[in-house]
């Protein structure tokens, strides 16, 4: 079983940059794949990024691609979401979420998937 902790919202200006972190502890981090949901209000959930910490693979999502890097530090057991070039339908609350062990990134390329293990929201607010 792993928790997750998700720090790193906050309110930007379009075009600005946030930077997210999603820090694992409980189990071995290695075999989890990692990544971030986002919901905004009257949306479904959707997956934004995922990294498969075993190989370091990486998905993003069609809105994330170009603008956001996942990357993973294996001795702080952290996942960092770097958003850039940021856009007001980016504001959402963030999730982070894990699936494993031995998962990959194949659920977040879902809506509304319901990955193994979530960490508590972290509102990103965008004004135009």
């Known amino acids: 079983e792993v928790q997750l902790q998700a720090s790193g919202g906050g309110l930007v200006q379009a075009g600005g940059s946030l930077r997210l972190s999603c820090a694992a502890s409980?189990?071995?981090?290695?075999?989890?794949?990692i990544g971030w949901f986002r919901q905004a209000p009257g949306k479904e959930r959707e997956g934004v990024s995922c990294i498969r910490n075993s190989d370091g693979r990486t998905w993003y999502s069609d809105s994330a691609k170009g603008r956001f890097t996942i990357s993973s530090d294996n001795a702080k057991n952290t996942v960092y979401l770097r958003m850039n070039s940021l856009k007001f339908e980016d504001t959402a609350v963030y999730y982070c979420?894990?699936?494993?062990?031995?998962?990959?990134?194949?659920?977040?390329?879902?809506?509304?998937?319901?990955?193994?293990?979530w960490g508590q929201g972290t509102q990103v607010t965008v004004s135009s």
């Open positions: 979420a894990a699936d494993g062990p031995y998962g990959g990134c194949g659920g977040f390329r879902r809506e509304g998937y319901e990955a193994d293990y």
């Open positions: 409980g189990s071995r981090f290695e075999d989890y794949a």
